[in-house]
């Protein structure tokens, strides 16, 4: 198959870690750490996307500790950015220019009801230019963050009588 008739159905990731924007930093890069992704579509009840968010928007938000990290939303990180996205039936010409024109290096891939099916990375784009085949398509699969991780932090240390 030649990356001129290819499209973004053909090379997208449908296996997603993705996360609600009701979640907090520290879930996001937790979830990208146990998934072994860079990217995690922001996505409401309704499966539409918010935005993506990469390691770099985390790291480079990232500042004191977990407790921090707890107590915000990861929609905060989103920053009102635009999130360009793809059909599935989009070229992968027309993928790789919405890449470069955004200034990203991943698309969410949006079905005609308006749900995520899948990412295209440049990883994705790069393996599709070698003529490397990704595994065959199926259906997307997607693991969203529903669960919560607080923070164990240690006692406040109790004051000695003689202190009072």
């Known amino acids: 198959m030649n990356v001129d008739t290819m499209t973004a ?20 890069w937790e979830l990208m750490r146990r ?11 309704r ?18 500790g977990p407790a921090e990290q707890s107590d915000e939303q990861v929609r905060t990180l989103l920053g009102g950015r635009r999130c360009p996205h793809v059909a599935p039936d989009s070229p992968m010409p027309c993928v790789a220019a919405a ?12 079905g005609t009801s308006g749900n995520l099916e899948g990412l295209v990375t440049s990883t994705d784009v790069l393996r599709a230019v ?5 595994p065959p398509g199926g259906a997307t699969e997607m693991a969203v963050g529903l669960f919560r991780l607080e923070p164990v932090l240690p006692p406040k240390p109790s004051r000695a009588p003689e202190d009072i």
């Open 9 to 28: 159905a053909d090379v997208m990731s449908r296996v997603l870690v993705t996360v609600r924007p009701d979640e907090s930093p520290l879930m996001a």
């Open 35 to 45: 998934g072994g992704v860079h990217h995690l579509p922001v996505v409401d009840a």
């Open 47 to 64: 499966l539409h996307v918010l935005g993506v968010l990469s390691r770099e928007d985390i790291a480079s938000h990232w500042s004191g």
């Open 99 to 110: 890449m470069v024109d955004s200034g990203v290096d991943v698309v969410p891939v949006i």
């Open 130 to 134: 070698a003529g490397r085949r990704t």
